[in-house]
């Protein structure tokens, strides 16, 4: 009977696999030799799989920031399961072990002119990303954390600590995004002056804490432990 019930499901993800074009174990073999720069495998075969790989990503509207020999940096296979559907992840980014990303989610990299500390989420182990969340910006964040349909958006520093839960819909800003001067969000020979001269500072979320569902967490606020 067991025999029986590891084919059927044997079977059933090969199925799975060909209508979703995305196989796990064949998708994070391949992405594990293109960007690792001493692959032992040629070129052209690398070239191939990422390729696929690519592919892959087009069909289910996706990317794990993977490019030749760099990319994004995973401990271990992330658990996706509604497979590839709409994540984006930035080639900068860094994600622990055993970590479980749902559907459209974006981890993501600063674009915006100004940004103080240009980079990518950095992500530890078992952490849980759930539908919906946006992390953009040089987060770091422990393990053990659950992130809900969260927004978090960095522009200078935000640290979330071990063991937090980060309820629905909470949202985490660490700056203005804008200058309050209307004269210099209006200036359009002079853009870039909005974002550059937003005022910005620290967030600090400590170990074990709990944010609800809907809160929002302004720049400069430190939140202690528990």
């Given at each position: 009977e067991k025999v029986k019930e590891k084919k059927r499901f044997s079977f059933y993800g090969?199925?799975?696999?060909k209508i979703q074009h995305y196989n796990p174990k064949k998708y994070w073999k391949m992405r594990e030799e293109v960007v690792?720069?001493?692959s032992k495998k040629s070129t052209?075969?690398?070239?191939?799989y990422l390729y696929r790989i690519k592919r892959s990503d087009a069909f289910n509207n996706a990317s794990m920031g993977t490019d030749l020999n760099s990319g994004a940096q995973f401990?271990?296979?992330p658990n996706l399961p509604h497979h590839l559907n709409g994540i984006i992840i930035s080639h900068f980014a860094k994600i622990g072990k055993n970590c479980v990303i749902f559907q459209n989610v974006t981890i993501g990299g600063v674009t915006t002119a100004g940004s103080s500390n240009d980079g990518a989420p950095q992500i530890g182990d078992n952490c849980y990303i759930c539908s919906g969340a946006i992390l953009v910006g040089k987060i770091n964040i422990?393990?053990?954390?659950?992130?809900?349909?969260?927004?978090?958006?960095?522009k200078k520093s935000i640290?979330?600590?071990d063991d937090v839960r980060l309820g629905a819909d909470a949202i985490l800003l660490d700056t203005d995004?804008?200058?309050l001067d209307w004269r210099i969000r209006c200036d359009l020979k002079n853009r870039s002056n909005d974002s550059k001269t937003a005022k910005s500072a620290p967030i600090h979320i400590c170990q074990g804490v709990l944010i609800g569902a809907r809160?929002?967490?302004l720049k400069g606020v430190t939140i202690g432990e528990h």
């Amino acid at each position: 009977e067991k025999v029986k019930e590891k084919k059927r499901f044997s079977f059933y993800g090969f199925i799975l696999s060909k209508i979703q074009h995305y196989n796990p174990k064949k998708y994070w073999k391949m992405r594990e030799e293109v960007v690792n720069p001493k692959s032992k495998k040629s070129t052209l075969k690398r070239l191939w799989y990422l390729y696929r790989i690519k592919r892959s990503d087009a069909f289910n509207n996706a990317s794990m920031g993977t490019d030749l020999n760099s990319g994004a940096q995973f401990a271990s296979p992330p658990n996706l399961p509604h497979h590839l559907n709409g994540i984006i992840i930035s080639h900068f980014a860094k994600i622990g072990k055993n970590c479980v990303i749902f559907q459209n989610v974006t981890i993501g990299g600063v674009t915006t002119a100004g940004s103080s500390n240009d980079g990518a989420p950095q992500i530890g182990d078992n952490c849980y990303i759930c539908s919906g969340a946006i992390l953009v910006g040089k987060i770091n964040i422990g393990n053990n954390v659950r992130i809900s349909s969260t927004c978090i958006r960095c522009k200078k520093s935000i640290t979330i600590d071990d063991d937090v839960r980060l309820g629905a819909d909470a949202i985490l800003l660490d700056t203005d995004s804008h200058n309050l001067d209307w004269r210099i969000r209006c200036d359009l020979k002079n853009r870039s002056n909005d974002s550059k001269t937003a005022k910005s500072a620290p967030i600090h979320i400590c170990q074990g804490v709990l944010i609800g569902a809907r809160s929002i967490i302004l720049k400069g606020v430190t939140i202690g432990e528990h």
